[in-house]
């Protein structure tokens, strides 16, 4: 199950985004907060519970405590809501107010102060498709996060050169699975569901996961947007 949390205080985003991440992300659960303090505490209830959220969506402009209070940055209410995610959350920065001066130098200062935050994305409001962007920029890391875990249960978590260049001999498991890899039909349940997977979601997948698949894999792209991946 993968958790998003979104803050916003516009009852309108909430009621247009949450529908559209439920049907567009399989498997993907949204919780909502209108608050600074109540997505607080809903992320550390989270934590809590060993169930932190993968994914926080985070009007910068908000109120602390009510719906319809002053909003501003309110930057100590917003890094307790940071801490509260757990620094495993990628959190999407989503605002109308991109140009302005004050949220340019915080969101500079948020991405210095929080070096374990995996990622933090900046949607524009402004733009046009902001929301079509924000759910595309959400399955990416879905769909490159899960290919990964499969990824390196497989194959562990070694570089590609680094598989090249170690001098050990393969063990009885790796000649195996490199016939496996030649033989379709030796394949294990695992390595079909991985492979099934990246020739399904190549187009969303991160570069650098790209990558990592290439030093085992050759990605054959045989019709537009369809890939192939061969041994």
Same mark, same amino acid.
């Given at each position: ?20 991440? !439920? ?25 809590? !519970? ?26 100590? !209410? ?80 070694? /570089? ?15 000649? /195996? ?7 379709? !039909? ?12 990246? $020739? ?13 698949? $290439? ?17």
């Amino acid at each position: 199950m993968t958790r998003v949390l979104l803050v916003d205080n516009d009852p309108n985003i909430h009621k247009r985004l949450t529908p559209r991440l !439920e049907m567009e992300i399989p498997g993907i659960e949204v919780d909502s907060a209108e608050t600074l303090r109540d997505a607080t505490e809903q992320a550390m209830a989270a934590l809590a !519970e060993e169930q932190p959220y993968d994914f926080a969506v985070l009007d910068i402009m908000l109120p602390v405590h009510k719906r319809d209070g002053p909003e501003n940055l309110h930057k100590p !209410e917003r890094r307790k809501l940071i801490e509260a995610l757990g620094g495993q959350a990628v959190v999407f920065n989503i605002t109308v107010f991109l140009r302005h001066p004050d949220v340019s130098e915080f969101l500079v200062e948020e991405n210095l102060q929080n070096t374990e935050q995996p990622r933090t994305v900046v949607i524009d409001k402004t733009e046009v498709g902001w929301e079509d962007n924000l759910i595309k920029q959400i399955r990416l890391n879905v769909h490159s996060s899960r290919i990964e875990r499969q990824f390196d249960r497989i194959f562990g978590t070694r /570089r590609g050169s680094e598989r090249r260049s170690s001098p050990r001999p393969p063990s009885l498991a790796e000649t /195996r699975l490199r016939s496996d890899l030649l033989v379709a !039909e030796d394949l294990t349940q695992d390595l079909n569901v991985l492979i099934r997977d990246i $020739e399904l979601h190549w187009a969303d997948l991160k570069m650098e996961l790209k990558k990592k698949i $290439e030093t085992v894999f050759q990605v054959v792209e045989f019709e537009p947007g369809k890939f192939g991946l061969r041994s």
